[in-house]
């Protein structure tokens, strides 16, 4: 539950995201304080939205009521988005330039390992298996290739498990591919051989150990959820898992590592990395020129060099014991691993800094006189200290060694650092245990159970960190959530696409059929505007062409007893939804013609419209101005049976 001191400020005001966040990590076990605030605040909004929850507190206290609900917030906030051999150009790098090199002259039984950390449902973990197994093709059973793929997110991984897969989600494997490692109706299934190359595991990029001796990493839009004190975290647990010169390939939208000493830049663009080993300076790319223009003599030791600090820096990983080597004037030039555990400092580099910028003195205070005193003797030096972890207290036995040059100057401190707390303890326990041979032989009895059960754990432990690589608390970037927006967009707007040419192509047919309709016909709206003429409406007006501007029945060339004739009978058709007929209307302005006008409705899903048709009379085309005043009295009485 969550503790009462968070319930009672919940009541009596609201808490910050920070507040709730460190209430989650501290009670719940989920850490997302190293995540970016904006990404964080958008996601938690969504998902209090969602259950109409306004603030903090409310959600807090829902939380305590609902045990399950810290699941749906975890998918809230993991969304997965990825594809198989997302940025194609990049992979082609990878498969072209990279991989050759990285597997030249394997021979049988060689190991390689590959690690997708935050692998999502497992589409990119599948492409490494593609590559390397179009790569080894009919030889691949002979090599020992494991590919981890790790997240936090355990929904995903049971997708990325099952390996089944929609066409769609395999639109850019090639064709050859998907036949030759699919098989299946509807969803895809990946083959079983390429099956057995990856293990799934959830594990937490940032608290789990990392899977060590990994020749491929792919961490891919991961970092860039988290703020630039995670990251460096991130980056040096990175290093320690890759191999020297492995390859690291980070998402196209994540840190270029410019200014990093540890990797060096293979692809800026698709941010592809090398680790560079530990005291190999990184290389431009003119040095890297004027390297293949040096003499062979001065190559090969060249080579030799770096062999030898490659295995100086295998050595001191290797080696249980913190080491540090100092130069005369206190400047690190190396250190290991077990330095950074043994005096509890933060992950990071420490070479280049100078000994009082580190906490090293802080932690043990007896340091920096101890080697003062080394420097002016150039004698070894052994003393002890203690170094606070937590709740718990550890005894350091430090040795200082100087190193001399051929002229017994001093050239270096070489500082190693023994963890003697279980001896103390050891010895403590063996000094209280000799008072009876009873107590002792106990004692010795619970000392080898535990020395068996801590074994025992420690070998479980080696198992479980092999099998569920440690990974990628991640978010998705609010660049791929537009993405599937984009792609609901695309599919409305191709949609929307189809029946704009459909509605075209019934345009131009009704107003190719009306064209052909030997009579002139307009088209006029409820409100009285022409929508539509044909081409012998317009001459039957003497237009040569269509106005340039809409006109309504009221502005036609008419007698304004025609014209009034034609407004009335207009509406009537509207109103009755019938068709209407005047017979035999003179049309005096321009043509001199006699017309029947025929009104006929067209009823449409938005509006009503009507057809008004002139048939011309020919009989009494052409009338002379006696007939037409004669003319003009019928017609009102026409006129009226029109109405």
């Known amino acids: 539950m969550i503790c009462a001191r968070a319930n009672d400020s919940a009541m009596s005001k609201d808490v910050t995201l920070k507040e709730l966040l460190q209430e989650l990590a501290e009670q719940r076990g989920f850490d997302f304080r190293g995540y970016k605030p904006a990404t964080l605040e958008r996601r938690f909004r969504r998902r209090m939205s969602q259950l109409r929850i306004g603030g903090y507190a409310d959600y807090l206290k829902y939380l305590e009521k609902n045990p399950k609900e810290v699941n749906e917030l975890l998918n809230t906030i993991l969304i997965n988005v990825t594809e198989f051999f997302r940025d194609p150009p990049a992979w082609e790098i990878l498969r072209q330039d990279l991989l050759p090199p990285l597997l030249k002259n394997p021979t049988s039984g060689s190991s390689f390992?590959?690690?997708?950390?935050?692998?999502?449902?497992?589409?990119?973990?599948?492409?490494?298996?593609?590559?390397?197994?179009?790569?080894?093709?009919?030889?691949?059973?002979?090599?020992?290739?494991?590919?981890?793929?790790?997240?936090?997110?355990?929904?995903?991984?049971?997708?990325?498990?099952?390996?089944?897969?929609?066409?769609?989600?395999?639109?850019?494997?090639?064709?050859?591919?998907?036949?030759?490692?699919?098989?299946?109706?509807?969803?895809?299934?990946?083959?079983?051989?390429?099956?057995?190359?990856?293990?799934?595991?959830?594990?937490?990029?940032?608290?789990?150990?990392?899977?060590?001796?990994?020749?491929?990493?792919l961490c891919r839009n991961v970092l860039i959820y988290f703020n630039s004190e995670l990251q460096k975290q991130v980056f040096a647990r990175l290093y320690y898992a890759l191999e020297p010169e492995g390859i690291l390939f980070l998402g196209k939208s994540e840190s270029q590592l410019t200014d990093s000493t540890q990797f060096r830049k293979l692809n800026s663009r698709w941010r592809i990395f090398r680790r560079i080993p530990p005291g190999m300076p990184m290389a431009s790319d003119s040095e890297a020129q004027g390297h293949e223009e040096q003499a062979p003599?001065?190559?090969?030791?060249?080579?030799?060099?770096?062999?030898?600090?490659?295995?100086?820096?295998?050595?001191?990983?290797?080696?249980?014991?913190?080491?540090?080597?100092?130069?005369?004037?206190?400047?690190?030039?190396?250190?290991?691993?077990?330095?950074?555990?043994?005096?509890?400092?933060?992950?990071?580099?420490?070479?280049?800094?100078?000994?009082?910028?580190?906490?090293?003195?802080?932690?043990?205070?007896?340091?920096?006189?101890?080697?003062?005193?080394?420097?002016i003797t150039n004698q070894t030096r052994h003393f002890q200290s203690r170094i606070r972890m937590g709740n718990e207290e550890r005894l350091i036995e430090i040795t200082l060694r100087p190193i001399l040059n051929d002229r017994g100057r001093h050239s270096a401190t070489f500082v190693y650092f023994e963890d003697e707390t279980v001896q103390e303890k050891l010895q403590s326990t063996i000094e209280e245990l000799e008072s009876t041979s009873e107590e002792l032989q106990s004692a010795n009895e619970e000392l080898e159970t535990t020395n068996e059960e801590l074994q025992s754990t420690n070998e479980e432990l080696e198992t479980t960190n092999e099998e569920l690589q440690s990974t990628n608390e991640e978010l998705e970037t609010t660049n791929e959530e537009l993405q599937s927006l984009n792609e609901e967009l695309e599919t409305t707007n191709q949609e929307l696409e189809e029946r704009r040419k459909d509605l075209n192509v019934l345009s131009t047919l009704y107003a190719q059929t009306l064209e052909t309709?030997?009579?002139?016909?307009?088209?006029?709206?409820?409100?009285?505007?022409?929508?539509?003429?044909?081409?012998?409406?317009?001459?039957?007006?003497?237009?040569?062409?269509?106005?340039?501007?809409?006109?309504?029945?009221?502005?036609?060339?008419?007698?304004?007893?025609?014209?009034?004739?034609?407004?009335?009978?207009?509406?009537?058709?509207?109103?009755?939804?019938?068709?209407?007929?005047?017979?035999?209307?003179?049309?005096?302005?321009?043509?001199?013609?006699?017309?029947?006008?025929?009104?006929?409705?067209?009823?449409?899903?938005?509006?009503?419209?009507?057809?008004?048709?002139?048939?011309?009379?020919?009989?009494?085309?052409?009338?002379?101005?006696s007939q037409a005043n004669s003319k003009q009295k019928g017609n009102r009485g026409r006129r009226q049976a029109g109405d």
């Open 297 to 375: 003599g001065l190559d090969r030791s060249r080579k030799e060099l770096d062999e030898l600090r490659l295995r100086q820096q295998y050595l001191f990983e290797t080696v249980r014991l913190g080491v540090l080597l100092l130069s005369p004037d206190d400047n690190i030039i190396q250190h290991n691993s077990a330095l950074l555990t043994l005096c509890d400092l933060p992950a990071g580099r420490l070479v280049g800094k100078k000994l009082h910028d580190t906490d090293l003195p802080t932690r043990a205070p007896e340091l920096e006189p101890e080697l003062q005193e080394c420097r």
């Open 517 to 625: 309709i030997r009579a002139p016909i307009m088209l006029v709206d409820s409100e009285d505007k022409i929508q539509f003429w044909n081409s012998m409406a317009l001459r039957l007006f003497g237009f040569r062409s269509k106005p340039p501007m809409e006109l309504r029945l009221d502005q036609l060339p008419l007698p304004e007893p025609v014209r009034n004739l034609i407004i009335r009978c207009h509406r009537g058709a509207l109103l009755q939804r019938k068709t209407l007929i005047a017979r035999k209307q003179p049309l005096l302005g321009k043509t001199n013609s006699v017309v029947d006008i025929h009104f006929s409705p067209v009823n449409r899903e938005d509006e009503s419209s009507v057809l008004i048709t002139f048939e011309l009379n020919d009989s009494d085309a052409t009338p002379s101005p």
């Open 113 to 217: 390992r590959a690690w997708s950390a935050g692998c999502a449902s497992g589409e990119e973990a599948y492409s490494i298996a593609i590559l390397l197994s179009e790569f080894f093709g009919p030889r691949l059973r002979e090599y020992d290739i494991k590919i981890y793929a790790t997240d936090i997110d355990e929904e995903a991984l049971t997708t990325a498990r099952k390996g089944e897969y929609s066409a769609e989600a395999l639109r850019r494997i090639r064709p050859e591919w998907k036949a030759k490692y699919f098989h299946g109706k509807g969803p895809l299934r990946v083959n079983q051989e390429l099956r057995k190359l990856l293990i799934f595991g959830r594990s937490n990029l940032v608290q789990n150990a990392p899977i060590s001796h990994v020749n491929l990493l």
